[in-house]
DNA sequence: GCGATTTTCAAGTATTCTATTAATTGCTTA
DNA sequence: TAAGCAATTAATAGAATACTTGAAAATCGC
């Protein structure tokens, strides 16, 4: 076997490693979770309900093509994505699949039930109001994953205490409601509680790393109050 | 098992099957040549060193998954990419794995053995050149796969052709050769060769979808004479 | 040292992957 | 319509790997 061949069977074998990492469903969710926000091997096992000790070996999976590190904080070992090129090409990766596999297109088409997708205004028109900040940006995601990651600018009001905190939000205003992404409800939920109180409320079916890819800044760090 | 688990789990199992064609260091290669030319399943054996029989499982297995897509043409069957996105996305495969797995910045390092690397001058610089026309770019591909698609302007010479039409390159301008890309070493002996004539000659360790990826526009076709 | 969390180990099962040879299919073209 | 070529499929075999789980062990903060 020649030098170049050597070269060539020895690269591609390293590129396989992070395609065999990106090769089984659980381990696709389980960066999806840590592109929201790092998360103790605990609540990941939860998360994407998996026992302990089986997330621990996926992690090691991840871990060794190096897609995922870990720290130990306290008692806790928290995992996240080893850098944001990981979210990047998991993003385009699942972009790739949109494009390519009916199957997921007819899947999303059936599971979403809601009714947002009949809006009338669509993304590009959303997102134009949202550059313009004519729209008011509502990250409905739990906070821990707000203060990860979020739209610069963008407001938290996590779904569960929507209702809570209705009576802050601006009436006079558009809002748009963004949560983990496309296969996530929560801002669908979201927008359907905000017009039942006469809000002009849209979902944008976008997560950070999208948003990100469209050009608008993330920020981190708890909500100024 | 609830809705939600249900969908989620459909969805990564779809993902992953993406997932899977790309954990085969031989189907990854299969792809990058593939990104060049689309070929006949024998040509593909040759090039990837396979028999045609294990090639055929392999394109079977991209098939599956969407990646490439056939078309017979006379008596050879043709395979190409399915879609641009399938270049782009290996594209971010490559990058993510240059960029966290340190084993292939060392293997590049160890095999390239070419001058080039210490030009003087940097990427940044010659891809500013080429944009004001400053350089002449040139493909030393093999004509076929500069046929299917090369830099908009690029000339063509494939490398076995180089010394013979070494006489008809301008020598009063800088030269930009390319190739398949960075592990593709046509571009550096052609680099070598060109300066041996003194010709003011550099390489810039680009495939196509990586200047299109930095906003250069292709072309196919044959050249112009 | 205690306790909580995580990792490792061992085991079992199942599955999967790759590559090869041989046979077959399906076209093209003479 | 038959011959010839390219590609696919089948059958096989062995290796290798993968996934999950329950139990034990390690780690580390407190």
């Given at each position: 076997?020649?030098?170049?061949?050597?070269?060539?069977?020895?690269?591609?074998?390293?590129?396989?490693r992070i395609?065999k990492a990106v090769?089984?469903?659980?381990r696709l969710e389980l960066i999806d979770i840590l592109s929201q926000s790092s998360r103790p091997v605990e609540t990941l096992a939860?998360l994407a309900?998996?026992?302990?000790?089986?997330v621990s070996q996926h992690l090691k999976a991840l871990k060794s093509a190096r897609l995922v590190e870990s720290e130990k904080v306290g008692v806790q070992v928290f995992y996240r994505l080893a850098s944001p090129s990981v979210a990047a090409f998991i993003?385009?990766?699942?972009?790739?699949?949109?494009?390519?596999?009916?199957?997921?297109?007819?899947?999303?088409?059936?599971?979403?039930?809601?009714?947002?997708?009949?809006?009338?205004?669509?993304?590009?028109?959303?997102?134009?109001?949202?550059?313009?900040?004519?729209?008011?940006?509502?990250?409905?995601?739990?906070?821990?994953e707000?203060?990860h990651a979020?739209?610069?600018?963008?407001?938290?009001?996590?779904?569960?205490?929507?209702?809570?905190?209705?009576?802050?939000?601006?009436?006079?205003?558009?809002?748009?409601?963004?949560?983990?992404?496309?296969?996530?409800?929560?801002?669908?939920?979201?927008?359907?509680?905000?017009?039942?109180?006469?809000?002009?409320?849209?979902?944008?079916?976008?997560?950070?790393t999208?948003?990100?890819?469209?050009?608008?800044?993330?920020?981190s760090?708890?909500?100024?109050?």
């Amino acid at each position: 076997m020649n030098d170049e061949r050597l070269f060539k069977d020895t690269i591609y074998e390293q590129l396989a490693r992070i395609g065999k990492a990106v090769s089984s469903p659980k381990r696709l969710e389980l960066i999806d979770i840590l592109s929201q926000s790092s998360r103790p091997v605990e609540t990941l096992a939860s998360l994407a309900d998996l026992s302990v000790a089986n997330v621990s070996q996926h992690l090691k999976a991840l871990k060794s093509a190096r897609l995922v590190e870990s720290e130990k904080v306290g008692v806790q070992v928290f995992y996240r994505l080893a850098s944001p090129s990981v979210a990047a090409f998991i993003r385009e990766l699942r972009l790739l699949g949109e494009e390519r596999l009916a199957e997921i297109d007819q899947l999303v088409r059936e599971y979403r039930t809601d009714t947002t997708r009949f809006d009338p205004v669509d993304r590009d028109e959303l997102l134009r109001r949202v550059r313009r900040g004519e729209a008011v940006v509502l990250d409905v995601r739990p906070e821990e994953e707000y203060r990860h990651a979020h739209v610069a600018g963008a407001l938290s009001v996590p779904l569960r205490e929507l209702e809570a905190r209705i009576k802050d939000l601006p009436a006079d205003r558009e809002i748009v409601a963004y949560c983990r992404g496309a296969y996530c409800l929560m801002a669908v939920d979201a927008v359907e509680k905000l017009r039942a109180r006469n809000f002009r409320a849209f979902r944008l079916d976008l997560g950070v790393t999208d948003w990100q890819a469209l050009g608008f800044a993330l920020e981190s760090g708890s909500a100024t109050p």
